[in-house]
């Protein structure tokens, strides 16, 4: 939030004020008073609406690639159609209980921009619900509530409410209703911004999400030097027809380097986030559960193998895609080894 700027408590009443001032202004003007302590006025999250998680699932069918299953959680983007730019409130999506909602209310967009009139969260007046959806007493409120009814009444259509806070595009184009959006990868959209009176306490807490991207970072310190030790390499090489003088030459030629494949990162992840998991489990937490940009659930075993029923073990599963890329990977190896002439010292087998 900017630290000051042009905002209005009306159409024609437009005032300079801080972004501290204006939201104590906002807050006094939707019946918080004044006087009313700071661990009782609003803390503010967003709202994910099961119109916006059917159309992620729409566009990953389209992609070919991902999961629209029942256990599909997608991890919130810095341009995501649930809103841009929330990915700057924090990096873990905190999921709180139902009850919460009987002191919550929402709004459309960001009220210190849109200056929306909030709602109730289990209210069901429709006057009350559209007011808080297409009516902004912010700068341009106008213009941005006009857009907003267009949008429902769109959404009406469709059946599809992920489009309510769509803004235009670059070439000023509303999202059209009843076929593919043109500016689907660019157009912005503004969030269901919540306001919990009086902030929440971790016994409110449902569960969390846990950002797929995060767990790639904290993967890279995860140490699996236990799936491939020094004995289990010997070993393998011999069956693959090394000699010992070619397994001692393998050994020296990869001496420090770190199993890199497709198989030792996934399990790297998969280790740290079972290492997360088990953390916030121990503090209380109802559930953790990992959101991927195209919804894979990285504790299903189907997510590696197709063969997989579900009941497997990940970590079983993974071993034996490293084991086998191992041996291809050394196959290669050998075979290059043997054709290089600084090596026709080296024992052949006969």
């Known amino acids: 939030t900017r630290s000051e700027g042009m905002v209005g408590t009306g159409a024609s009443d437009k005032r300079r004020l801080s972004s501290g001032a204006y939201k104590s202004e906002y807050e006094h003007r939707i019946g918080i008073h004044e006087s009313t302590p700071s661990d009782s006025r609003p803390v503010n999250g967003y709202l994910v609406h099961k119109s916006h998680i059917e159309e992620k699932k729409r566009r990953v069918l389209a992609s070919g690639s991902g999961n629209t299953g029942p256990d599909a959680i997608f991890e919130l983007q810095d341009k995501d159609i649930v809103g841009d730019g929330l990915t700057s409130l924090g990096e873990i999506e905190v999921v709180l209980k139902s009850g ?45 509530s006009m857009d907003a009814m267009i949008n429902l009444l769109g959404g009406s259509i469709d059946n599809n409410y992920s489009s309510a806070g769509a803004r235009l595009d670059g070439d000023r184009r509303m999202r059209p209703v009843g076929k593919p959006d043109p500016s689907a990868d660019t157009r912005d959209y503004d969030m269901f911004e919540a306001s919990i009176l ?142 290089s002439p600084s090596n026709n010292l080296i024992g052949r087998p006969l």
């Not at 209210?123 to 213009?143: H, K, M, P, Q």
């Not at 310190?221 to 693959?240: G, P």
């Not at 193998?305 to 034996?320: H, Y």
């Open 100 to 144: 919460v909602s009987n002191r919550t209310a929402y709004g459309s967009g960001e009220s210190v921009q849109t200056a929306h009139r909030p709602v109730m969260m289990n209210s069901r007046n429709r006057e009350d619900i559209t007011d808080a959806l297409t009516n902004f007493d912010g700068t341009n409120g106008r213009e941005k």
């Open 198 to 339: 009086g902030g929440f306490n971790k016994d409110e807490v449902e569960g969390i999400h846990y950002p797929y991207s995060k767990i790639q970072g904290l993967a890279e310190n995860e140490n699996i030097d236990d799936v491939m030790s020094e004995a289990t390499i010997t070993a393998k090489l011999s069956k693959l027809g090394f000699t010992p003088e070619e397994i001692l030459q393998y050994g020296a030629m990869s001496v420090g380097k770190p199993l890199d494949n497709a198989g030792s990162q996934k399990l790297r992840e998969y280790r740290a986030a079972k290492r997360i998991k088990s953390r916030y489990e121990k503090m209380g937490i109802g559930y953790v559960k990992f959101a991927h940009p195209q919804g894979l659930n990285i504790e299903n075993p189907r997510t590696y193998s197709k063969k997989a029923t579900g009941r497997e073990n990940v970590e079983d599963i993974l071993k034996e895609q490293i084991f086998a890329d191992f041996d291809e990977s050394a196959k290669k190896f050998l075979k290059e080894m043997r054709k």
